[in-house]
């Protein structure tokens, strides 16, 4: 026989000894009587979670459909975002006001705001300088001219007014152009006496209380200088840093608050029911969808306080259901209850549950999605011959 025919012969006998052994082995956990197998009975259970939003609002839309899967960068459900959003609009712009005003703080003044100062104590100054003078011989001859021609002026008006008095009397003019001339009187008048007031102060000079006003005008743009040139006081920028900071917090929680209008799965799995209904409003906790893990599903079993001593925790469980027939799933032993309980009422036969059992639990990866929440299953876990 050649080298070739020898390999193909070898790996025949090698592929059928192993389907053998996978058609015998496994299956006869299920199918024959052994000491040493401990044959279980339960329905597959899933990890679930009540998906709720952390924010009271209205639905206003739910994308995730009872039994449709979810993926975790999938939106499952919205709620109305629109007064959220304003705020956070408002919490932007007064972060921005915030950081404007820190950052002009931070630079000082302009040198042309400086020099507008300065020209400002320049005035003030002159003005005092002015005040401590005295009036100047100008400004009295200036006071006097103006007294002598407001004078001149009311004493031509009271001609004028005597002249339309004899008039009015001898019906030549009327009532109204008589008071015109009496208003016209009347005015120079006033005229005259306020030009009188004005050479007065000019002769008296300055008050001293508006010296003083003068003075405290130039003392403030003097100070107002000297604080400019200085730069803004460091407590004033910690108070203004921590107004940004304090903006940027509330800036922060609005946009949290937005974000929480948006309903996430905490993981991928299936959408196993719908709790409410879009236009409904929700408080935050209420449960919106409920999502069950179902790439890691388990096995709720019971089993006999005589069977207690066989099992163990990571104990290889193999896992058979009616609807897929001719597949076993594998699972592992990852919980033993510590204490007994009654068998539970789903138990059929009242004999049966009258027994007390001790629950296990059976982690069954479930990468192909076969296994559905409330599926039937059989299990099957085989023992060494210690275990006897």
């Known amino acids: 026989m ?11 006998a090698v592929s059928a000894a192993g389907l053998f052994a996978y058609f015998y082995n496994e299956p006869q956990l299920f199918r024959q009587e052994s000491e040493h197998v401990l044959r279980l009975s339960g329905n597959i259970e899933v990890r679930e979670a009540e998906l709720s939003f952390k924010i009271p609002g209205r639905v206003i839309e739910r994308i995730a459909e009872e039994g449709q899967l979810l993926s975790t960068d999938v939106v499952a459900a919205k709620l109305d975002s629109v007064d959220l959003e304003q705020q956070l609009a408002l919490r932007k712009a007064e972060l921005h006001a915030a950081q404007a005003a820190l950052a002009e703080l931070e630079a000082g003044f302009l040198p042309e705001e400086i020099a507008q100062m300065e ?9 005092l300088d002015e005040l401590l003078a005295g009036s100047r011989p100008e400004e009295i001859a200036s006071a006097k001219a103006a007294v002598a021609s407001a004078g001149a002026v009311e004493e031509h008006m009271r001609i004028e007014l005597e002249r339309q008095s004899r008039l009015l009397a001898s019906e030549t003019i009327s009532q109204r152009e008589y008071d015109k001339a009496i208003s016209e009187y009347s005015g120079a008048s006033a005229r005259l006496k306020s030009a009188n007031e004005a050479l007065k102060l000019v002769q008296v000079g300055p008050r001293t209380e508006q010296i003083a006003q003068a003075r405290a005008a130039l003392t403030e743009a003097e100070q107002q200088l000297a604080l400019m040139k200085k730069g803004p006081r460091q407590e004033k920028i910690e108070q203004a840093r921590a107004r940004v900071e304090q903006a940027s917090a509330a800036c922060d929680f609005a946009r949290t608050q937005v974000s929480h209008t948006l309903l996430y799965a ?8 719908e709790n409410v209904e879009v236009g409904e409003y929700v408080s935050p906790g209420t449960p919106v969808i409920t999502l069950g893990d179902l790439e890691n599903t388990w096995l709720r079993a019971y089993i006999a306080e005589s ?3 066989k099992v163990k925790y990571g104990q290889k469980v193999h896992i058979t259901t009616d609807s897929h027939p001719g597949n076993i799933y594998t699972g592992h032993i990852s919980f033993i209850a510590s204490e007994s309980e009654f068998t539970p009422k789903t138990v059929q036969t009242q004999k049966e549950r009258v027994k007390l059992v001790y629950r296990i639990k059976v982690d069954v990866p479930n990468p192909e999605l076969e296994l559905k929440p409330g599926m039937p299953v059989d299990a099957a876990i085989q023992f060494e011959e210690t275990h006897k």
Do not use: N
Not at 2 to 12: D, H, M
Not at 266 to 273: A, H, I, N, R
């Open 119 to 127: 020209a400002a104590v320049s005035k003030a100054q002159a003005r």
């Open 2 to 12: 050649s080298k070739k025919k020898r390999l193909l012969v070898l790996f025949v």
């Open 307 to 309: 069977d207690l001593g």
């Open 266 to 273: 905490p993981f991928s799995g299936m959408v196993l029911s």
